[in-house]
């Protein structure tokens, strides 16, 4: 299968287009690079704005998968986030339209949901509360604008990510930030009471999930990408401690418009591509801490 991945130097991008080069396809990666971090880059990288593909850069190609994104929600209440996600997403739905690509599937993100009891399935309503999650229900909305002009045997997906995590995930998300708090010995930092819940799914289990839709044969309109169960974040803090062996626990300020919890109904992926095994988090935590210090330090971030 030829395949192009954009953000394809991000967390999920760079496990993502490992995992399906090494199954033998063909991808061609692709990242703009404005998010400077030390994890490893995918071969061949196409270092280059979104923006500039054109059609011709996705004729031929079977699966474009879109994971470029500003993805920080406390930063996209900045001028000109919302803007730049949204712009960026509407180019790139144009151009897979105007090429002879077979299908899209495009990144969004469990912050559509907003402020809802869960599990959250993917026909509950969008409510967001963050520019960023207003932007992904943008371009969700363009998806469904689109998808009935596409000519007979094209498609268009979306697939919306809960918390995922990994050794080579940035240090600005809540478990790498405690996992090397921990492992440097300083205090784990909770935002507000510690009561918010969160659908954690480790990357090998996202990339999983990922390559399963991939290689079925028809891409639902939107899906679910996460664990089905929510830890709230005083026991995440209480299990990196565990898998650290060391460590204390402070609290701050709440994040504005925190949402309370999120977890994802993961039925209409089990149904659709059958059940994934998930790690135990206690497990998942130790492998990322001991894989995260073996290299992660080694690229470039400091202990």
Request: charged share 20%; hydrophobic share 40%; with cysteine.
């Amino acid at each position: 299968m030829k395949l192009l991945i954009t953000g394809a130097a991000g967390f999920i991008g760079s496990a993502l287009t490992h995992a399906l080069r090494t199954g033998g396809h063909t991808v061609t990666a692709v990242d703009d690079l404005s998010v400077t971090s030390p994890r490893p880059r995918p071969d061949q990288l196409q270092v280059r704005d979104v923006r500039t593909l054109m059609p011709h850069d996705l004729d031929d190609t079977d699966t474009v998968v879109h994971l470029a994104a500003h993805k920080s929600v406390p930063r996209s209440f900045e001028v000109g986030a919302f803007e730049h996600n949204t712009a960026v997403d509407r180019h790139l739905i144009h151009a897979f339209t105007a090429s002879t690509a077979r299908r899209l599937l495009l990144a969004s993100s469990c912050e559509v949901y907003g402020q809802q009891t869960g599990p959250l399935a993917e026909s509950a309503p969008h409510a967001p509360r963050s520019p960023y999650a207003a932007a992904k229900v943008s371009t969700e909305h363009l998806a469904y604008i689109y998808r009935p002009s596409l000519e007979r045997g094209r498609q268009l997906g979306i697939v919306r990510f809960f918390n995922t995590f990994g050794p080579h995930e940035d240090a600005d998300a809540v478990v790498p930030a405690f996992l090397d708090a921990a492992a440097r010995d300083r205090p784990l930092t909770i935002e507000g009471d510690g009561t918010q819940a969160r659908d954690l799914t480790h990357i090998d289990d996202a990339v999983t999930m990922l390559t399963r839709i991939i290689h079925a044969p028809a891409l639902l309109p939107v899906v679910n990408c996460g664990s089905g169960r929510a830890v709230t974040i005083n026991a995440l803090a209480d299990a990196v401690l565990r898998a650290a062996g060391r460590g204390t626990v402070t609290h701050t300020a709440a994040r504005p418009n925190e949402i309370s919890s999120f977890t994802a109904d993961t039925t209409l992926f089990t149904r659709t591509y059958g059940p994934i095994e998930h790690r135990p988090l206690d497990q998942a935590l130790s492998d990322t801490l001991q894989e995260r210090a073996r290299t992660w330090t080694l690229t470039g971030t400091p202990r």
